[in-house]
């Protein structure tokens, strides 16, 4: 594989080779700057997707009759690989996503963090033996012994925006669980993808056991998504495809982690400077192209020209530009993305909001931009807009705020800013959302804390143990022991 660092068209693994594909088709990656090609990927066929899954699904057999404590091995061995790596993973994340080079390699530091965290935690899981006796007296001899077993092929396909951690967050569980893998990145970002499985290759993986397919899922996403060998699709992305994927998986089990539009909500006597702090790097870090980037402002209306003060003052603190100068506000991922987040600010203000600062581009770079004044007929009140805008919505007490963050087809995530933690929290229970950070910015981690989403933001429950549980089923075996 030394050649693979050098190679200007990346190979997929397929069953433990290195190839090109038959389609004899490329795919250039084009950083968001729009200056620089970052190399090619294989468009693969049909065939080779089949041949992904059966490799995958014969490793598998195999692998599920390790001990935990040999899967943990080689979870070891592949997060020391990526360490050594590091600098190659970095660079490419930082040419292909457009994310500054201190946050590209914090991502591949937690991304090894992560790994060895879970290869441990895969060690402690233990199942349970059940009383019979403890429902009634006739079921004394009975003894239920549970167990976790694997679901067998696990289909991970991953974001763009954290190409090596999250996908990462999706095979490392998968194989502590006893499970094979076919993992499909997304197609801006399937480079850092591709060096992340050569690590792993690197680490001493066994052939088939996690396979590698590169290509557009306009043409092999639905073959994937509905082979029969599919045992568990888990996917991260937008909640359209999360749906339709939903949809079309049928009776086959899914984890969706989607969209959101995560609002912070600032009460009265809140510590303002705080807020506004965790506003701003909430919204406004990588572009704002997270999940769980912080969305919105709710605040009551006697507070907000405080806190819009603050927010504007802390955001000349952005340094906004190229990644390759540690930009926190870098082009956005294409020029589709960054005309969307466009349209939803001009649509607010033709509508009438105020423009606080920002609302200036070129080419793929939105500088940081804040709005006040956004009411609810503004798709910007609604709409995900993966890019560096935050709407501020003034409200008049406290439950509007909730009824207008519920409103939301989303469900992700929601910051509340306050000194009352006794309201907080009968805040957060009225919230319909998966987490609540409370004197927080909205955000994924630490990586061992359940993550999930409702409504349109997802299905199932990610974080190390769970994300574990998630992608292996209980298996009951019942005892039946013969009466002295």
């Known amino acids: 594989m030394n050649e693979l660092k050098t190679m200007k068209a990346y190979p997929f693994l397929l069953n433990g080779e290195w190839k090109d594909s038959t389609s004899e088709k490329l795919i250039g990656i084009e950083s968001p700057s729009g200056n620089d090609n970052v190399g090619e990927v294989q468009a693969m066929t049909e065939h080779e997707v089949n041949a992904a899954i059966a490799g995958a699904n014969d490793a598998q057999q195999n692998w599920a009759r390790k001990s935990f404590a040999a899967r943990a091995q080689l979870l070891y061995a592949w997060a020391e690989q990526l360490l050594e790596m590091k600098d190659e993973l970095a660079a490419t994340i930082m040419k292909e996503v457009g994310k500054g080079l201190a946050s590209a390699e914090k991502e591949v530091i937690r991304t090894a963090d992560f790994i060895k965290y879970t290869a441990e935690e895969g060690k402690r899981l233990h199942g349970e033996l059940i009383n019979g006796g403890s429902f009634n007296a006739g079921s004394a001899n009975k003894f239920a012994l549970v167990n976790r077993n694997p679901v067998g092929v696990v289909l991970a396909i991953s974001p763009f925006n954290y190409p090596v951690n999250l996908s990462a967050a999706k095979i490392a569980p998968a194989l502590m669980g006893g499970n094979a893998v076919v993992f499909k990145p997304a197609t801006q970002g399937a480079i850092g993808g591709t060096l992340m499985v050569e690590a792993l290759d690197k680490a001493g993986l066994p052939s088939g056991l996690?396979?590698?397919?590169?290509?557009?899922?306009?043409?092999?996403?639905?073959?994937?998504?509905?082979?029969?060998?599919?045992?568990?699709?888990?996917?991260?992305?937008g909640s359209k495809t999360g749906k339709s994927i939903s949809q079309k998986a049928s009776m086959v089990p899914v984890i969706l982690?989607?969209?959101?539009?995560?609002?912070?909500?600032?009460?009265?006597?809140?510590?303002?400077?705080?807020?506004?702090?965790?506003?701003?790097?909430?919204?406004?870090?990588?572009?704002?192209?997270?999940?769980?980037?912080?969305?919105?402002?709710?605040?009551q209306d006697e507070t907000a020209d405080a806190l819009l003060s603050k927010i504007k003052e802390k955001m000349e603190g952005l340094k906004v530009g190229a990644p390759e100068d540690n930009a926190d506000v870098t082009p956005l991922i294409s020029s589709k993305a960054a005309d969307y987040v466009t349209g939803l600010?001009?649509?607010?203000?033709?509508?009438?909001?105020?423009?606080?600062?920002?609302?200036?581009r070129n080419g793929n770079l939105i500088y940081p931009t804040l709005l006040d004044g956004v009411t609810k007929d503004m798709d910007v009140a609604w709409e995900e807009p993966f890019g560096p805008v935050i709407p501020v919505i003034r409200v008049k007490n406290v439950e509007e705020a909730i009824h207008i963050a519920n409103e939301s087809e989303y469900g992700?995530?929601?910051?509340?800013?306050?000194?009352?933690?006794?309201?907080?929290?009968?805040?957060?229970?009225?919230?319909?959302?998966?987490?609540?950070?409370?004197?927080?910015k909205t955000e994924r981690g630490p990586d061992h804390f359940p993550f999930l989403g409702v409504k349109s933001s997802g299905v199932g429950v990610q974080g190390i143990r769970k994300s574990i549980e998630s992608m292996t089923r209980e298996k009951v075996t019942v005892l039946n022991m013969t009466q002295g």
């Open 257 to 299: 982690e989607l969209g959101g539009k995560d609002p912070a909500i600032v009460l009265e006597d809140a510590d303002l400077d705080k807020a506004a702090a965790d506003i701003v790097s909430g919204g406004f870090s990588y572009s704002g192209q997270r999940c769980t980037a912080i969305k919105r402002v709710l605040v």
């Open 412 to 440: 992700l995530q929601a910051s509340i800013f306050t000194r009352n933690m006794e309201k907080a929290i009968h805040i957060g229970n009225e919230l319909e959302v998966g987490s609540v950070q409370i004197n927080g």
């Open 345 to 360: 600010i001009e649509d607010a203000l033709e509508k009438g909001a105020a423009l606080v600062k920002g609302n200036h």
């Open 210 to 237: 996690v396979n590698l397919v590169t290509g557009k899922g306009s043409e092999i996403g639905d073959h994937l998504i509905t082979h029969p060998q599919i045992d568990l699709i888990n996917f991260t992305g």
